[in-house]
């Protein structure tokens, strides 16, 4: 079984840039319409990638554990002993989208 998804012709990435460049230039009406349009755009991007699903599994356990963070910081405030924790399963996410993004560069 081949496992490689074909590559998509050049004209699939300039309409992914063509609806960021409209989706900016006309002022969604919320910020919850923008996010999710964003969204979409970047489901598209990715979905143009051999390695999508680990991608994403990276950038949703990234945004989880931010989003954990966050709230901790709110209700504990930033001095609380878990943070630690939480940033360095932050920063391992983040590297692994990085190195993710970074061997398809290749």
């Known amino acids: 079984m081949n496992m490689i998804a074909p590559i998509r012709s050049a004209d699939a990435r300039n309409s992914i840039f063509g609806r960021l460049q409209t989706l900016i230039a006309s002022r969604p009406a919320s910020p919850d319409a923008a996010r999710a349009e964003a969204g979409q755009l970047i489901s598209l991007a ?12 990276a950038a949703d356990a990234f945004h989880a554990h931010f989003d954990f963070m966050m709230q ?3 209700i504990n405030g930033a001095d ?17 989208v990085e190195a993710l993004c970074q061997s398809m560069s290749h």
Do not use: H, V
């Open 80 to 96: 609380d002993p878990n943070l630690r924790t939480l940033r360095t399963k932050c920063r391992f996410y983040l590297d692994q």
């Open 46 to 57: 990715m979905a143009d990638t051999w390695q999508a699903d680990s991608l994403w599994g």
């Open 72 to 74: 901790t910081i709110e």
